[in-house]
């Protein structure tokens, strides 16, 4: 009897994996434009998503403007569709629900189960709107200006959504009922999941699914144009980047530029530890309160106030000309100098700015892991002796340093990335060549320059390097802490 207890249990527990696995696989596809369920002609463009044609009808008709105003479609039809689009993601929204909930009790689970019937039946309604869709406009006068085409996602989103329907209806009958009395419960493991799930989730739609878009480095691809088999190139513009002298000269310059400024950002990276350390022993909290506030207030204001700042300070006619004049440290008609401009002292400078900018924010976490230390260890310490310095050397300092060595470590991981802003606002022409940084360079390529593909290489290859050198310094400090980096 209890082995037959546990085979049924064994079977349940694979059809849970494999309607959870299925569920996470139509909520990702909903973000790719390559299986749009609402894609039923020509003038929906390639480049959006189901999501996006739920969640803005705007961007589902953006092309149709002409075929509305020419009467070669009518308007309803792309009202179906839409409301087709909304129904699904709707449904795709509840089969979520459905399974976060499938990780708790009998009774959460058959709960979550009805979301989940529910939302494959949404599912299923809303694509077979969108087919409406695709119908009304192949019967319409002006076929050859509205170029219908069959919506192949209907098909592939409406069969998973079936698929998850037969093991939502499965599951329900065969998970036992719940028992009299009995309330929702879940494990704390799996809640602490699903309070972290929408952060991964945001983690994933901003910073995973552009990746998406590195398949622009492969096509000779111009802004508004289009991605087919006519303008492939391979890689083409990986060797360019290479092969033309003009182009390696600049990304030597560039990758110079960053790698200084991010090397003085890494080299100075414990002020902020020793900015906290010595604030934490401010005994009056007035002061400190104030001095946490004015250090960490800067980290909230835009570079483009910044360099207004900067510049009523250190321009020709800024503060620090004003004040030499007004003490007769330079003569009344005596041009000012502008600190801003020239070339020398980039690098300084704009560490300067960075660091004034951003070493209270930075203080926090250290503040945080201070108040971390065990108490204790301050008293023992009094007790024998020891001094404000000592406790700040023997005490404070080594219960930072495991948390100034994982900053450390993501700092060498991101000593590619020192932001755009900055550089920016910052730049002139005769700075230029010194303050150009990769973010900056890719910015001025895509961008400025409209050379997409060309910025795309350079940002993959931003990418790539940025993951060695997270596992390089990973193993450098496993190795230093005597592991095996295997």
Known sequence: MKEEITEKKGTLSSLWIVQRVIAVL?????FFPIANPAKICGLVSDKISLFTSAISYNSLISDCARAFRMNWVDETTFVVTYIGAVIAVLGIAATGVGVCTSMGNNKLQRFGLKFSIIGAIAEVVGYAVCFVGYILVRDTNRVDKVAPSMPVGVFIFGGIAALILILSLVLFVKTPKALPGEKFEMESKYKLFLMFLPFAILGFLFCYLPLYGWRYAFFDYKSGGTLSSDN??????????????????????VMKNTLAISGLNIITSWIPMIFAVFLCEVRNMNFRRFVQAFTTI?????????????????????????FAKEVGLMSQNAPGHNYLMGNSFTWVKMWGWGTWKGVGWSAIIYIAGISGID?????????DGAGRFQKMRHITLPGLLPTFFVLLLMAIAGILSNGLDQYLVFENAENRE????????????????????????????????????LFAANGMSKLLRGESII
């Open 375 to 383: 108490q204790s260890l301050y008293e023992a310490a009094t007790v």
């Open 232 to 253: 492939f190139v391979g890689l083409k513009w990986f060797a360019y980047l290479f092969k033309n002298s003009a182009t390696r000269n600049d990304v030597i310059n």
């Open 434 to 469: 010194s303050i150009r940084v990769l973010d900056l360079y890719v910015y001025k390529l895509g961008i400025g320059n409209g050379s997409i593909p060309l910025s795309t290489v350079v940002g993959m290859f931003k990418s790539v390097i940025s993951v060695v050198l």
């Open 298 to 322: 800067p980290n909230f204001i835009s570079w483009v106030l910044v360099y207004a700042v900067a510049l009523s300070i250190f321009s020709t006619d800024g503060f620090i000309n004003t």
């Open 26 to 30: 139509v909520i990702v596809m909903a």
